[in-house]
C-alpha cells in the first residue's frame, strides 16, 4: 500500500509529495514538529502535544495554521488513509515560503503544514524492550532553547549517527557541568539503589517530553518515590537501572552506558512496570 501525506491542504502520494525550495523549513529549519504515537488506530496524549506543539509555535511566533479541531481532523485522516493501527503520526510546522531572507517573512505568509503517519514493526519494539538497549555519550553542543521542538536537529542527527556507530541506540548528551540533559530524541532516567526514580528537571536545557509526564504520574501511581535533578553518567552507571522515555518507544530499559553494564545487565523492574502500565495513565482518543 502506498503511503499519503498532506502537505499545505492535500493528500497526496508520498513518494510525490514536494515542498516548495524556498519553505523556510527547508532553508532555515524555521520549524516546529510533534510525534504522537498511534495505537489501534487512536491518537495517544494528542491535546498534551497539540498544546506543546502551541507553545513551541508562540515561543517561534509563527501562527497556529487553522484550528485545534480542523489539526486534529487532518491527524485522523492521515492516520486512517495510510491505515496505521499502531505506529506515528509526524506534524511538521513551519514558517513557510518566501523569498530568501533570513529575516521573518512579510505578516500573513501562511505557515505550511506537513502530516506523515507510518505503521512500526511492533515485534521488535517488544523486542528491544525486552532485551534492553546501549547508550553513548556526548556532549551537549545544541542551543538553549532545546525546549522548543524545533526540526534544528543537526546535533541530534550527529549525536544518532554516533550512538549507532558504536552499536548503541541512543545517545545521551552532557552538559558542561558533566550532567546528563536527555537522549537526542528521548528522555533520560535512572533508577538509583535505594529505588529512588531520577529524571532532569525539565528547564530549557531538555525538552519537556509527554511520555515524561505521563511516565510522572504512573510513578505517582506506583508510589515511586521521583527526584527530578541532574545526574552524571558515573551515578546512571552505578544505578540499579536506566531507561529512555519518548513518544514513538514509551518506556525503553538501557541496559549498557558507554559500555558498562547498568545493574545486572538486564531490564529493569521498574522500567518494565512503568512500560507495561503507561497507557493505563496516557489519554487515547
Ligand atoms: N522525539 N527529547 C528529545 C530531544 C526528543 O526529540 C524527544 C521526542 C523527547 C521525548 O518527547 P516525547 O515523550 O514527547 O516524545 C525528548 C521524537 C519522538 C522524535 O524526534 O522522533
Sequence with gaps: MSRIAYVNGRYQALAAACVNVEDRGYQFSDGVY?????????????????DRLKRSLAELRIAMPM??????????ETVRRNRVRWGIVYLQITRGIARRDHAFPPPGTPPSVV????????ANAERQSSEGVAVISVPDNRWERVDIKSVSL???????????EQGAREAW???????????SSTNAWIVTREGRVVTRHADHAILRGITRTVVLDVIKAHGLTLEERAFTIEEAQAAR????????????????????PVGNGAPGLVATALRRDFHLHAEAT
Excluded at 510533534?34 to 497539540?50: P, S, T
Excluded at 502530516?115 to 511492533?122: P, S
Excluded at 543537526?154 to 549507532?164: D, G, I, W, Y
Design 241 to 260: 537501572e536506566a531507561f529512555i522515555t519518548a513518544a514513538s518507544q514509551i518506556v525503553l530499559p538501557v541496559v549498557r552506558i558507554d559500555g558498562k
Design 115 to 122: 502530516v506523515t503517519a507510518r505503521n512500526m514493526d511492533l
Design 34 to 50: 510533534e510525534v504522537c504515537e498511534v495505537r489501534g488506530g487512536r491518537l495517544i496524549d494528542e491535546r498534551r502535544h497539540i
Design 154 to 164: 543537526l546535533p541530534n542527527v550527529l549525536a544518532k549517527q554516533a550512538a549507532r
Design 67 to 76: 484550528s485545534e479541531a480542523a489539526l486534529g481532523v487532518v491527524l485522523r
Design 173 to 183: 548528551f552532557v552538559d558542561r557541568q558533566g550532567r546528563v540533559t536527555e537522549g
